[in-house]
Nanobody
Framework: QVQLVESGGGSVQAGGSLRLSCEAS????????RGWFRQAPGKEREWVAS????????YYADSVKGRVTISQGNAKNMVYLQMNSLKAEDTAKYYC?????????????????????WGQGTQVTVSS
């Protein structure tokens, strides 16, 4: 079993930055696909970015590419999402997700159904 806890959300003005953190605990193993998703009120959950912890391959949604960076800490149980040039449309609850094994390409990394474990989410609010 793997537990995921997100932190770092908050309120920021448009153009600002936030860094979200996701801490994994439990039987994480050495090779995971770790992802960030977000869900705005009344909308479906959408993929933001993913990273393979073994190899560091990164994948991004087109809507955030160039503004967002996913990374892992020296301790591989930590994954971060650095978000810059935030826009009002980035307002959502952000969720960390994980599954064992590589992300296996962008299409697989983006698929909600591929993830086994989910955190409770952290709210990001961007005011214009």
């Amino acid at each position: 079993q793997v537990q995921l806890v997100e932190s770092g959300g908050g309120s920021v003005q448009a153009g600002g930055s936030l860094r979200l953190s996701c801490e994994a605990s439990g039987r994480t193993g050495s090779r995971n696909c770790r992802g960030w998703f977000r869900q705005a009120p009344g909308k479906e959950r959408e993929w933001v970015a993913s990273i393979s912890t073994d190899g560091g391959f990164e994948y991004y949604a087109d809507s955030v590419k160039g503004r967002v960076t996913i990374s892992q800490g020296n301790a591989k149980n930590m994954v971060y999402l650095q978000m810059n040039s935030l826009k009002a449309e980035d307002t959502a609850k952000y969720y960390c997700a994980a599954r064992f094994g590589w992300c296996a390409g962008r299409a697989t990394a983006a698929a909600i159904s591929q993830y086994t474990y989910w955190g409770q989410g952290t709210q990001v609010t961007v005011s214009s």
